[in-house]
């Protein structure tokens, strides 16, 4: 006898998903200017027409404007990607504070650039060891449910992935409450949680 | 199972299960937390704390002990999921669990 949540994990359009961490290239830099060697990570990183929340770090190299440098890596923690980045859409990559540049890196997307997407799948939590959902910040893309184990360190946890799309991260939050809250009052019952728009990438138990 | 919803700043309510809570307790010094003592053993020596955090509403006392009251309630009827409101709940914003952090879970 267990209660389970379910999320469907996959995605529908693999052209529309976060960056991939590491380099991207190829980076027009044409309306950049040089102002110092060194490394920014006061990114905005944003699509002309979707796409938005990518960090990382933009290491400018050189002396003067002749002979800079350019290179652009998406950071590899968790979030890092960003949400909703498309092939085809041109992104802006600007420092908020200009310290190394000013201007704007810009680079068109491609698939390459993307993370590649999850398998579709059927995700299953464990609802009778959820103890309650976090609530996430604005600028989160997972959504974590707290457990009743301990890891040695921390208390453990699921993790959601998502790629939100006209919904918000704190309502997938209370959708999966709900789902969790669902499935606590029914014996074998196994909701599942309305995602709407928003695509899960995956689910990971730590 | 035992669980109270809690009503949520950014819309809808948040579920807790509560069935392993033994008290609930004020927070020194973050008058809009409430810590919900447990008997699941984490870290030795320390058990799971759950803390709400309300908006900008302040529980109180009696706010407290409605709550434990709500949940010894909930744990004698399994299976319900009762919505707990502060007893000075105008259903505005200020008196739902934040949005950022409204709930947290750790061993203490």
Redesign the interface.
Known sequence: MS?YIQIQVGVEDVYDLPLKSGAITPLNVSTVTFVSAGSSTDLTIAGATQGTGAAGTVTIGGTDQASMTVALSIGATSGDGGNDYKVGDTVSVVSTGGANFTGSITFVVTEAMLITPPADDIALIDA?Q?????????SDLTVDL?T?E?S?T??KKYTCSFELDNI?I??I??NI??A??SA????NSQPFVELADAECLGVTFA | MATLRFPYEAGGFMTVKVDRVIDVVAVSGAAKKIDLLTDLPMASGEDMKITLEYKTAEPTATDRTLLQEAIVEAAQTPASSEIFRLTEDDKTAGYALAKTNGITVASA
């Not at chain 1, 606590?184 to 014996?187: L, W």
Request: hydrophobic fraction near 35%; include cysteine.
């Open positions: 209660n009778d959820v103890v309650a959902v976090k609530c996430p910040s604005d707290f009743n301990y040695g921390a208390v918000t704190q309502e939050a209370v409450s709900e969790f809250r606590e009052q029914a014996e």
